[in-house]
């Protein structure tokens, strides 16, 4: 059984830093990714890693995202991190991991539809 576990959700105020973790069990994957989804808004990327034969352990994030947040891999761990920093009130979202099962297709990681399996979704609320 598939299990994406993320943890490392909080309250913290601008400016502050928060790592998200996501352990990942019960199959091999190709490429990880963190999304959020804002109340109202649908849901957003924010950064991938992929380790395909398309990628060879590329990371991609969004441009808001870009110096200040950092996507990671322990493979030994099967877990991926989001190293968030310079929080600002708008980051303020559930975040979610998805993983993606191996493809011989070419997929587009931004996209939640390069992805087979989500994680139950942790909050991170940043205050003024």
């Known amino acids: 059984q598939v299990q994406l576990v993320e943890s490392g959700g909080g309250l913290v105020q601008a400016g502050g830093s928060l790592r998200l973790s996501c352990a990942a069990s019960?199959?091999?994957?190709?490429?990880m990714g963190w999304f959020r989804q804002a109340p109202g808004k649908e849901r957003e990327f924010v950064a991938a890693?992929?380790?395909?034969?398309?990628?060879?352990?590329?990371?991609y994030y969004a441009d808001s995202m870009k110096g200040r947040f950092s996507i990671s891999r322990d493979n030994a761990k099967n877990t991926v991190y989001l190293q968030m920093n310079s929080l600002k009130p708008e980051d303020t979202a559930v975040y979610y991991c998805?993983?993606?099962?191996?493809?011989?297709?070419?997929?587009?990681?931004?996209?939640?539809?390069?992805?087979?399996?989500w994680g139950q979704g942790t909050q991170v609320t940043v205050s003024s």
């Open positions: 890693i992929s380790w395909s034969r398309w990628s060879g352990g590329s990371t």
């Open positions: 019960g199959r091999t994957f190709t490429a």
């Open positions: 998805a993983a993606q099962r191996p493809t011989p297709l070419h997929t587009n990681v931004i996209l939640t539809a390069a992805y087979d399996y």
